[in-house]
């Protein structure tokens, strides 16, 4: 990349040419962000090599979620969380539709993790195929992924062992199955 | 003297990650302050660069000049804020965040309002104007590479960096003279 544009023509306003002087001071970054970046290729590197679930677990995975009755979305925005239910660590953000798929955010709340990855039947249950990437310091994860409309089935596992979803569920769900599912309806 | 682009990469594909820690090192700084200027606030910008480090990782392997590594992570980077750029247009999230450097001796001494003049200007220009500007100007980038590095055709680059100009001489003109 060479340094050529410092003389055109068009710098010789002296406007112009503050206003570029200005934009290429530095700009301070977080200095964790690329242990961060190199965290989460680890990460990545790890579940590649994780053992997937046979079938037969995926399909008593989704079958008992749908046995609990968790045809609604369980993962509800912040906004609808009933009065005096824990705050939820998942949050969905339906953002951008396009003709066939939208945009999907999920959120968690992992703090003290090393890596988290969601599966789920956009996936194929696959724990390498949809790592999330921390943001900040306060231990959130984030994924977004691109769904066409229909229900999925899916939770989180965090560390490689431990599952997790979203604890505003009633606790009859959890506690019949012990199979940490939520469902997510992309409408 | 310091590992070349191509070197560092040939590390990290046989399984060094200490060397692209280091290619981060080197790029972060510069890409960094595309991104913070691209996307008008810190944290997005450091998501967007955070993403492209990884999503470049993924596929290294299809780097096919690794001593060029720097423009085609630099191609990341613009695509990826092109993305965050668009998510950030919907939900109508922008903040004037400012740079927060040491101010430098002999510094205007209004010189945190006129970064904000700038930021303020650069967040009204059309996102692919912005974009031309700063690969053009404060990237130093030539209109070749722009076209490479974007998809863009040079008379529109070119187009694109002018109307830019004229429109950031426009709204900081009465600024500037204040």
Known sequence: MSMSAEHDDALDDEVLRQVVSELRRPVRLDPSLDRRALDQIRAEATLRMAPRPDRRWRAWLAGAAVAAGVGLAVVLPDQQRPAGAPASPVTVEQGEASSDARSVRLRLAAPASSRVAVVGDFNDWDPAATPLRPVGDGGTWIV???????????????????????PSEPPAAESDFGAPVSVLTVS | MSDSDAALVARTLGGDLTAYAALMTRYRD??????????????????????????????????????????????????????????????????????????????????FEWRDEIGQALEQLRPHYREAFLLR??????????AEMTGAKEPALRMRVKRASDQLRELLRDVHVR
């Not at chain 2, 990341?76 to 101010?103: E, G, K, M």
């Not at chain 2, 100007?137 to 722009?146: K, P």
Request: charged residues 35%; proline residues 3%; positive net charge.
């Open chain 2, 30 to 111: 510069k890409f960094g302050r595309y991104a913070f200027h691209m996307l008008g606030n810190r944290e997005d910008a450091q998501e967007a660069l955070q993403d492209s480090f990884v999503r470049a990782f993924r596929s290294l392997a299809s780097c096919r000049q690794p001593e060029r590594f720097g423009a085609w992570l630099f191609r990341i980077v613009v695509n990826r804020c092109r993305t965050v750029r668009r998510r950030l247009q919907r939900s109508r999230r922008f903040d004037a965040d400012l740079p927060d450097d040491v101010a430098a001796g002999g510094e205007r001494p209004d010189a």
């Open chain 2, 137 to 146: 100007y404060v990237e130093g980038l030539e209109y070749a590479e722009m």
């Open chain 1, 144 to 166: 977004e992924l691109r769904l066409k409309p229909g229900r999925y089935h899916y939770t989180f596992l965090i560390d490689g062992r431990r599952w997790a979803r979203d």
